[in-house]
């Protein structure tokens, strides 16, 4: 009797894992998960390009003023 309710709560675990796997590869999931991460990955490159022209900004404001080039439009 015992070994019977294992294998049937094991058999009941099984198909409830195989079914959430299955839904999970449904398209509209697949679609979503993509649509997700792009948008994503979208948010980190537009941050890494804001803070390396933030900090190139920066810099260059360094370099002008090291070498005395603030008004290098005038010089010229």
């Given at each position: 009797?015992?070994?019977?309710?294992?294998?049937?709560?094991?058999?009941?675990?099984?198909?409830?894992?195989?079914?959430r796997?299955?839904?999970?590869?449904?398209?509209?999931?697949?679609?979503?998960?993509?649509?997700?991460?792009?948008?994503?990955?979208?948010?980190?490159?537009?941050?890494?390009?804001?803070?390396?022209?933030?900090?190139?900004?920066?810099?260059?404001?360094?370099?002008?003023?090291?070498?005395?080039?603030?008004n290098?439009?005038?010089?010229?």
């Open positions: 009797m015992i070994r019977r309710l294992f294998y049937l709560s094991l058999g009941a675990f099984l198909t409830f894992w195989v079914m796997g299955l839904q999970a590869l449904h398209p509209n999931h697949v679609a979503r998960r993509t649509a997700d991460s792009a948008t994503g990955m979208l948010r980190q490159v537009r941050d890494f390009t804001f803070d390396a022209l933030g900090e190139a900004a920066e810099r260059e404001t360094e370099l002008r003023a090291r070498f005395g080039l603030d290098a439009e005038d010089n010229n």
